[in-house]
């Protein structure tokens, strides 16, 4: 990854998206058409309160010297959002880091912790599963592996979310709100760039997945970062038809390159049932070894 280029593509498409009126700023009725979608560069040095050149040189990507009270309020002008500015520090730091520092900013572990295999074991009564920040899903309960039983049973190898999403052919099926996943995944690989520059699977995940047509690149191109922590997501199941459950995401103190995601849905609902149908069906499944990070 070309640290410079993400900085510039990052803040060029967020300046880009912000109008005047939503920054508060008053132009003048001679102003004349603009030029540029968004923010002109000097406005948002001017909202940031540094100079235009230094402004200018950040944007280039020439981070040396950028204080984090200059990307506070950089980040401010720009109305970045947690996991934004989060993402912009990221890119900062990894573009000042020394070569010595340019190593996967959480090493990978060969396997997942006997102690973690086991604690998803023991939650018989919710979907439980552990993923790493690209995506990987690196182990999951019986009743996990049965809910996502798709994204499980897919070819590729190791079991990707983003992979099955934009490679799988069954992925718009099992997912009715394709797209909406698409751009989550593609928002949280975003993110983890920022975080973990020099992972080298990392960065041959999104090779790959950039050859299969431009499906991922449009995407890619849009530099979103987003943290999708909670929320709700519907599938349509082989087995048992359409669900809709919330989600949980954890990140795991211990372990902080690895993320525990819970499932959950309303009691008593269809999506119980069909819950209930799932772990039924998987009660006979054998356990297999976790895979390997």
């Known amino acids: 990854m070309d640290r410079r280029s993400e900085i510039r593509d990052f803040l060029t498409t967020r300046r880009a998206r912000i109008t005047p009126d939503q920054a508060g700023l008053t132009l003048s009725p001679l102003a004349g058409a603009?030029?540029?979608?968004?923010?002109?560069?000097?406005?948002?040095?001017?909202?940031?309160?540094?100079?235009?050149?230094?402004?200018?040189?950040?944007?280039?990507?020439?981070?040396?010297?950028?204080?984090?009270?200059?990307?506070?309020?950089?980040a401010g002008a720009l109305q970045l959002d947690d996991a934004e500015r989060a993402h912009l520090f990221d890119l900062v730091r990894a573009a000042n880091a020394t070569a010595a520092a340019r190593t996967p900013r959480h090493p990978a572990r060969r396997a997942l912790r006997p102690e973690l295999w086991n604690m998803l074991e023991a939650m018989t009564g919710v979907p439980a599963y552990i993923r790493n920040g690209r995506l990987d899903l690196l182990a999951?309960?019986?009743?996990?592996?049965?809910?996502?039983?798709?994204v499980f049973d897919s070819p590729a190898r190791p079991v990707n979310s983003a992979r099955f999403t934009f490679l799988d052919p069954a992925a718009p099926e099992f997912y009715p709100d394709w797209d909406a996943v698409a751009d989550q995944n593609v928002a949280t690989l975003r993110a983890e760039v920022?975080?973990?520059?020099?992972?080298?699977?990392?960065?041959?995940?999104?090779?790959?997945?950039?050859?299969?047509?431009?499906?991922?690149?449009?995407?890619?191109?849009?530099?979103?970062?987003?943290?999708?922590?909670?929320?709700?997501?519907?599938?349509?199941?082989?087995?048992?038809?359409?669900?809709?459950?919330?989600?949980?995401?954890?990140?795991?103190?211990?372990?902080?390159?690895?993320?525990?995601?819970?499932?959950?849905?309303?009691?008593?609902?269809?999506?119980a049932e069909a819950l209930n149908l799932l772990a039924s069906w998987s009660a006979s499944s054998a356990t297999p070894a976790p895979e390997s990070s």
Not at 52 to 71: K, N, S
Not at 220 to 247: C, Q, S
């Open 194 to 271: 920022g975080r973990n520059p020099h992972d080298k699977a990392l960065s041959d995940l999104i090779g790959e997945l950039s050859t299969r047509g431009d499906t991922f690149d449009r995407r890619w191109a849009r530099h979103e970062v987003r943290r999708h922590r909670a929320g709700a997501k519907r599938i349509t199941h082989p087995l048992v038809g359409d669900m809709t459950f919330n989600y949980e995401t954890m990140q795991l103190t211990a372990d902080e390159s690895l993320y525990l995601i819970i499932c959950g849905v309303a009691p008593g609902s269809r999506d």
């Open 140 to 150: 999951g309960n019986a009743l996990a592996r049965a809910l996502f039983a798709p």
């Open 34 to 74: 603009r030029r540029v979608p968004g923010l002109r560069r000097e406005e948002v040095a001017r909202l940031a309160g540094v100079s235009v050149p230094y402004y200018t040189r950040l944007e280039r990507g020439d981070a040396r010297g950028a204080t984090d009270a200059v990307l506070d309020a950089i």
